[in-house]
């Protein structure tokens, strides 16, 4: 059984930057597509990222390009999501999930979303 978890949010200044990472485990995630979604209370979750398998191609939502970088550290099965020049608008609970482009793609072996991390950019 695939499980991931996500850690790494809290909170940063406007401008600041994070870094997440998505922490593998029951599997290898250098098999997988593996995305960063994001959630505000009352909004529909999005994209955010998507690392492909083995990790080649990497897919960036227009409101983070040029800001926010994927990758993987496959010798600590994890994703990361190096986040700079973070922006209030960037608050929200960010979750890792398969993904397809840019969208979530459930697996036989992972179906059901974890509980993300909060990154709260405030000053």
């Known amino acids: 059984q695939l499980q991931l978890a996500e850690s790494g949010g809290g909170l940063v200044q406007p401008g600041g930057s994070l870094r997440l990472s998505c922490k593998g485990s029951g599997g290898s995630l250098e098999y997988y597509a593996i995305g960063w979604f994001r959630q505000t209370p009352g909004k529909e979750r999005e994209a955010v990222s998507c690392i492909s398998s083995p990790g080649g191609l990497r897919l960036y939502a227009d409101f983070v390009k040029g800001r926010f970088a994927i990758s993987r550290g496959d010798a600590e099965n994890t994703v990361y999501l190096q986040m700079n020049t973070l922006k209030p608008g960037g608050t929200a609970v960010y979750y890792c999930?398969?993904?397809?482009?840019?969208?979530?793609?459930?697996?036989?072996?992972?179906?059901?979303w974890g509980s993300g991390t909060l990154v709260n950019v405030s000053s």
């Open positions: 999930f398969p993904c397809e482009g840019l969208a979530p793609h459930p697996l036989p072996d992972l179906k059901s």
